[in-house]
């Protein structure tokens, strides 16, 4: 289950750029508690990071990533203490309603997708929402749908992604290090998932070329909404 959870979910990252955590956390939420989740899926997403942001190097932009990166680090935080300290069962239930929620509002975005302005406002609120999402799940779609709607293109939209949390990715490292949270027993299972977390990545990347990629986004969007609400329903 986790290996194929690693293959479809870093196939999603290599062809969209983002949704990993959301998928590879929903198809194990049922089985798994998310801290016990969180932290192998932060040892998977590092390097991939590195990887997309450095194939489009040539489409970032540093007045949109730095500020956004601080942010999220703030969020961090408080996020990571929730991670801790909440009730799994409380836990998942919120994560279900949080894939529902991002779900509906990238599926209104792939049929409205004109691009926004930015806005001080709403980078402050998306950005230390995001962190605190981050912090307990690793979630990054409400960054997505934010970013998504001041980028031009696919690539502009992926390496600016993988550039804030390649800093936010190794600011939770320490942190899940020095609070318990990541332990040696989650590397070693995120060692042996590499292979699959590559294999679908590579993947995932070639494909971009072969299939349609706003439909595949849309497929993934629906069976994450689907995901999610059967995950509430499950824990209720």
Known sequence: MWMMAAL???????????????????ILSFG???INITPVELLLGFPTNLILAWKERKSIQWNLCIPLTLLMLAGNLPGIFLLKNIDSRTVKIFFGFVIVFIGIEMLCREYYPKKAEESKIILIFIGILSGI?????GIGAMLAAYVGRVTKDSASFKANMCVVFITENLFRIFLYTTSGILTKEAAVQAVFLYPAMFAGL???????SLLDEKIVKKLVIVMLIVSGGALIFQSL
């Open 8 to 26: 479809c979910a870093f196939f999603v990252k290599g062809l969209c750029g983002f949704a990993n955590t959301l998928v590879f956390s929903a």
């Open 32 to 34: 798994s508690a998310n």
């Open 133 to 137: 999402l981050s912090g307990m799940f």
């Open 202 to 208: 590579f993947a995932g990347m070639k494909s971009g």
